[in-house]
Each structure stands twice: as structure tokens, then as C-alpha cells.
């Protein structure tokens, strides 16, 4: 990550981490997980594969549904579904860095989201059962979830300030006994 400028701003660890939830080899699916560093906000991506073709597209389509001004970069790791950086790029105008080899240090936020994540889609289990609107689902539950390291704020609250209001969001759900 050392290329990365210091004041880039993006999608998680340093800027943005991306990481592929692999299911079992019979299913063949996987689950992109793109974390906003500052705000931890999350998003989910269905891929048909973990191959780089699917990744481009899988990422691509979530990407493009958020503002240009809040999706600058992101950072990957050295896996090979990254090998058409190039073609995400092309299609989202988001910068791809890569995380040093061997530096899980450098991916500490998207590791602790997909531990998060484990909660709805366990390890092992058959990710191709999911659409992307369950994925969706999934992922606003986890950026309605109020965070110690955001001091007790929730990701959504910060990411979309103009458009989320926790205290409304907090009563339906109590509302709805959640």
C-alpha cells in the first residue's frame, strides 16, 4: 500500500478493503465486502465466481449506485479476482491499490466487518442462495448498528448524514419490537 497517496480518501483500510467470502466449492459463489474506512460503512457485492470477471461486475454494480464523491479508491488485497483492476477502474472510476503481501494489519477493518458478517452468512454456508437485495438487507443491518469506534454512532448515520435519522430509525425499530 505504500503507492497509496496519504490523503486519498475511499474504501476501507487506508482507504478502501475489498475481500470475497468464498461458499463451499459446489455452490461456486462469493461475497464482496467493501468497507468505508472512515465511517465503516458496508456494502455487499453477489459474484458468480471468485474470478476477476465477476468481481469487476459484482463491484462495479454497487459502486456505481453510490455518489462518485464517496467512492475515490479502495484498497485490495493480492488475490487473483483482482487481476482486471484496470476494467473496475474503467467502469467506476475508482483507483485500485493493493495491500502489501503478508500485511493482514493493513485490512484490520475489513477483517472485522466479515467477522461481523459471519453472523448472517456463516462460514461454509451456500452464499448462492442470496440475491443481491438479501446482500442489501444484510449490509444495512450492519450500517444501522451503532459502533463503539464511531462513538456509539452508527456507519449509515455518518456516511449518509442528510439522509439517515437514527433517532427515527431507532423508534420503528422498538416500534416494531426488534
Same mark, same amino acid.
Given at each position: 500500500?505504500?503507492?497509496?497517496?496519504?490523503? =486519498?480518501?475511499?474504501?476501507?483500510?487506508?482507504?478502501?478493503?475489498?475481500?470475497?467470502?468464498?461458499?463451499?466449492?459446489?455452490?461456486?459463489?462469493?461475497?464482496?465486502?467493501?468497507?468505508?474506512?472512515?465511517?465503516?460503512?458496508?456494502?455487499?457485492?453477489?459474484?458468480?465466481?471468485?474470478?476477476?470477471?465477476?468481481?469487476? =461486475?459484482?463491484?462495479?454494480?454497487?459502486?456505481?449506485?453510490?455518489?462518485?464523491?464517496?467512492?475515490?479508491?479502495?484498497?485490495?488485497?493480492?488475490?487473483?479476482?483482482?487481476?482486471?483492476?484496470?476494467?473496475?477502474?474503467?467502469?467506476?472510476?475508482?483507483?485500485?491499490?493493493?495491500?502489501?503481501?503478508?500485511?493482514?494489519?493493513?485490512?484490520?477493518?475489513?477483517?472485522?466487518?466479515?467477522?461481523?458478517?459471519?453472523?448472517?452468512?456463516?462460514?461454509?454456508?451456500?452464499?448462492?442462495?442470496?440475491?443481491?437485495?438479501?446482500?442489501?438487507?444484510?449490509?444495512?443491518?450492519?450500517?444501522?448498528?451503532?459502533?463503539?469506534?464511531?462513538?456509539?454512532?452508527?456507519?449509515?448515520?455518518?456516511? =449518509?448524514?442528510?439522509?439517515?435519522?437514527?433517532?427515527?430509525?431507532?423508534?420503528?425499530?422498538?416500534?416494531?419490537?426488534?
Amino acid at each position: 500500500m505504500t503507492a497509496r497517496p496519504r490523503s =486519498t480518501n475511499g474504501w476501507c483500510q487506508g482507504i478502501g478493503k475489498a475481500t470475497l467470502s468464498k461458499a463451499p466449492l459446489t455452490a461456486r459463489r462469493s461475497v464482496g465486502t467493501l468497507v468505508e474506512r472512515t465511517t465503516l460503512f458496508t456494502v455487499l457485492a453477489k459474484m458468480d465466481t471468485a474470478r476477476a470477471e465477476s468481481a469487476v =461486475t459484482g463491484f462495479s454494480h454497487v459502486l456505481n449506485r453510490i455518489d462518485a464523491q464517496k467512492r475515490l479508491s479502495m484498497t485490495y488485497d493480492q488475490g487473483r479476482e483482482m487481476a482486471a483492476h484496470s476494467q473496475l477502474t474503467e467502469a467506476t472510476g475508482v483507483r485500485v491499490y493493493f495491500a502489501d503481501p503478508h500485511s493482514p494489519w493493513q485490512r484490520g477493518i475489513n477483517e472485522n466487518t466479515n467477522g461481523l458478517l459471519r453472523q448472517y452468512l456463516p462460514k461454509g454456508s451456500d452464499l448462492s442462495t442470496h440475491t443481491q437485495d438479501d446482500l442489501d438487507e444484510i449490509a444495512w443491518k450492519l450500517n444501522t448498528r451503532p459502533r463503539k469506534s464511531l462513538g456509539f454512532k452508527c456507519p449509515a448515520e455518518l456516511f =449518509t448524514p442528510d439522509a439517515f435519522d437514527f433517532k427515527q430509525h431507532h423508534a420503528a425499530l422498538f416500534a416494531l419490537g426488534a
